[in-house]
């Protein structure tokens, strides 16, 4: 079988690296299976991608937010065209199931569609003045070249609701994808080209966080980077931008508890524990990772979910008898399976799982079996650090206040749920916890474009991406005074 070389594009132009040296993309359900060679890119790519995105930033902005919004609502219907496609490529490459491939690269539609509209929204605001004859407004501008560095877990969703905006308020991209995932990056923006998107307006440069994110990162012409990933990297990479003076965003871990209460429907909120918890092997930023259940139906719920996460089908995610894929590569495994041995040393109680999964094809690709823990100790680093793979920790709460202390006690706070049927109790639950998102009687996981997401704490950097408050990050603010001629 032919394998398709893959290149990077560059000032309208798809290029190969200037090394001439590749890397491969393969499936982690299957390492037989190779998606493509992709560039091996270095600083001498990004440097081409970032002079291309310079030269095209002034057309770019000058260019109508109408002109640019149309454009995106072609690549939208491009993709939209292609989702079955490309969504059944996301499954191969990243490893998610079939439905939620599918699920994602529809989810890139609606955000492209999204931002074409608020594209058309106002951008900027009217003041009075204390002066009656001067005409007071402000402008929402573009930034100028913006960097994106997206992860392999959303390979097509994230890359949308990054560069989408970007694109919308009039700034032009250097994006480097993951290197896991570099087929889904190439999609979208051979759709955002099909579109008629300008030369230079977007660049894909692929390759490693040494040979791309570095040069990108610490580039001047690069006025603000926009990153989503590990937090040691993110934390990295915002001290990088800020002391050159960019802009910088991050979008980083989460440790999301869900809570139970009695009076919640038991069967729902078993349901939402097991998905939130589960589906895309637990790689979600918003994935639920503890817990907390009210002590008077903590052994039922305990049964319930080592039952239904012990009974879990995992294999290939293109079988649609699969409930859990795989994980992205084999240092996840490891990576995982080692968190697993210290939650035990730390007392944990395996209730289901807790071993790498072989058999059925399953030896050829990165397999961890869906992992229940009972007794997860609050202050264990089980109980503080993030896995990022199928392993749930239970945590029995005698009430309200210590549910919200021990959900709290992590420094993440990206996403959290309570299920209840009492409203006083939801109600003091939104007020107290410290998360970016709370969802009442629904898992944690979850970002719907028209709103913002992001976290608090050491889970974002204080501002929000999608929905309205795309703009706050993608823009700058002009104010202007026009003092009118004296009235005749
Ligand atoms: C979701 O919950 O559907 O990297 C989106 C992540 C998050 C996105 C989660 N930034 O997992």
Redesign the pocket.
Known sequence: MSVTTYQNYIGGEWVAAKSGETFESRSPADADVLLGRFAASGAADVDAAVTAASEARASWRRTSAIARANILHKAAEILASRVNDVGRELTIEEGKTLKEGIGETGRAVQILRYYAGEAQQPDGEHYPSANPNTLLYTVREPVGVVGVIT?W??PI??PAWKIAPALAFGNTVVFKPATYTPLLAVRFVEALAEAGLPPGVVNLVTGSAGGVGDPLIDDDRVTAISF?GSEPVGRSVAKRVSARGGKVQL?LGGKNPAIVFADADLDHAVNHLVSGAMWSSGQ???ATSRALLDASIADEVTRRLTERIGGLATGDPLADSTQVGPVISDEAVNRILGDIESAESEGARLLAGGSKLEGDGRERGNFVAPTLFGEMNPESRFGQEEVFGPVLGITTVKDMDEALEIANSVRFGLSASIFTSDLGKAMHFINGIDAGIVHVNAET???EPQVPFGGYKSSSSYSREQGKSARDFYTQIKTVYVDLPSPA
Do not use: D, Y
């Open positions: 992860p877990n959303f969703a994230i989503t979008e979600k930023c918003t996981p979850g970002a």
